[in-house]
């Protein structure tokens, strides 16, 4: 009976998850920290535009399909913000 996958790996060669889950050090918090921080100010900037967008449209076209589609990019965008906003603050 063969185990493992059809190349002849063993299934456990590379585990999915580590055994153990280490404490970060302090520098490694301040990373995270900033690569939050760095997150956030990427999608204030694309929320801008978005908004923007969404603005622009509204004035010079009546296809609310159209309208619709970047609508939701923006509530794409905006729950992404949401979600490194509170892992920000909860850090």
Do not use: H
């Not at 302090?26 to 760095?38: C, H, M, P, V």
């Not at 978005?50 to 509530?75: A, G, I, K, P, Y």
């Amino acid at each position: 009976m063969a185990t493992g996958n059809d190349t002849g790996e063993s299934a456990s060669a590379y585990p999915e998850e580590p055994c153990r889950i280490r404490p970060l050090t302090e520098k490694g918090r301040e990373y995270s920290k900033q690569l939050l921080i760095d997150r956030r100010k990427k999608l204030w900037k694309l929320l801008e535009k978005q908004m923007n967008e969404v603005t622009q449209l509204f004035e010079v076209s009546s296809n609310v399909c159209v309208v619709e589609s970047e609508r939701q990019q923006f509530d794409k965008i905006l729950a992404e913000f949401y979600e490194v906003t509170t892992a920000y603050k909860d850090y």
